[in-house]
Nanobody
């Protein structure tokens, strides 16, 4: 059973960098074919995909976040980390980490999710 747990500050000031870590247990983040994904859900809105890091360390980000995103990993700790720079109150959301497989029919197909962590951007 794979488990994912998000951690990080719940309050970030505008213009600062939001940093969250996802700790994975029950499976290695270096295992072939899996993608490790960050998503978020702002209040009253749908789920928004932020980006992923693949088992090889390759990354891909949502272009709508305009280059503010960076995802990295520490395989020795089995963790991957999200950094979102120059945050504004619009970045307030519940942030989730998840594991996914790429399928030719559905794209990313998710099988495990973290419980989510609330991040509020406010001065």
């Amino acid at each position: 059973q794979v488990q994912l747990q998000e951690s990080g500050p719940g309050l970030v000031k505008p213009s600062q960098t939001l940093s969250l870590t996802c700790t994975v247990s029950g499976g290695s983040i270096a295992t072939d074919f899996y993608y490790w994904v960050w998503s978020r859900q702002p209040p009253g809105k749908g789920l928004e995909w932020i980006g992923y890091i693949g088992s090889s360390g390759s990354t891909y980000y949502n272009p709508s976040l305009k280059g503010r995103t960076s995802i990295s990993r520490d395989t020795s700790k089995n963790q991957f980390t999200l950094q979102l720079s120059s945050v504004t109150p619009e970045d307030t959301a519940v942030y989730y980490c998840a594991r996914a497989l790429w399928t030719t029919t559905k794209g990313l197909e998710y099988d495990y999710w973290g419980q989510g962590t609330q991040v509020t951007v406010s001065s």
